[in-house]
């Protein structure tokens, strides 16, 4: 019997998810997470830098120091990774605003819960418009085509006759 054959394998492969494309890195085991972000950004030329990428697995948010091994990821499974983005948020179409970075896979309802949570800003019977159009509470923010630097606006809800 080979010692060596209930040893952990030292390479294996991940599965990576951006933006509706599928891509496959051989990588080492002991990898840290910053170190997959910065293979991502390199290897398979996710334009979006290291520093800007939020990793996920199965819903957990990945921490840069740790590594694959310490979150116990098996060969093949897959990581989604999201893009950091800043949005400004203004308040009924004032000069007030705040600024938050959140990952482009935060829904509009979440973003928010957060600018409620953080502020304390009431949003019930609000919606955040963009470009004159309402946005979905349940629409991921990149689906909304929110990107770096948008401007969104918190305006009451207004139904349309």
Do not use: C
Not at 13 to 20: A, D, N, P, Q
Not at 23 to 32: F, G, K, Y
Not at 37 to 64: C, M, N, T, Y
């Amino acid at each position: 019997m080979d010692p060596d054959s209930n040893l952990p394998p030292a390479n294996m492969r991940i599965i990576v998810l951006w933006s509706g494309t599928i891509s496959t890195l051989e990588i080492p085991v002991a990898t840290r997470i910053i170190e997959v972000k910065l293979l991502i950004w390199e290897a398979l030329h996710v334009p979006v830098p290291a520093d800007r990428q939020e990793l996920s697995w199965e819903g957990q948010f990945l921490k840069d120091e740790l590594t694959l091994q310490n979150y116990h990821i098996p060969p093949n499974a897959s990581l989604t990774v999201f893009n950091k983005i800043e949005v400004k948020i203004y308040l009924e179409y004032s000069r007030f605003h705040f600024v938050y970075v959140v990952y482009d896979g935060t829904t509009v309802g979440e973003l928010k819960a957060k600018l409620h949570a953080d502020q304390g800003i009431d949003i019930e019977h609000k919606v955040l418009r963009m470009n004159g159009s309402d946005l979905d509470d349940r629409a991921l923010l990149w689906a909304a085509r929110v990107t770096e630097g948008t401007k969104l606006h918190l305006v009451e809800y207004q139904s349309r006759r």
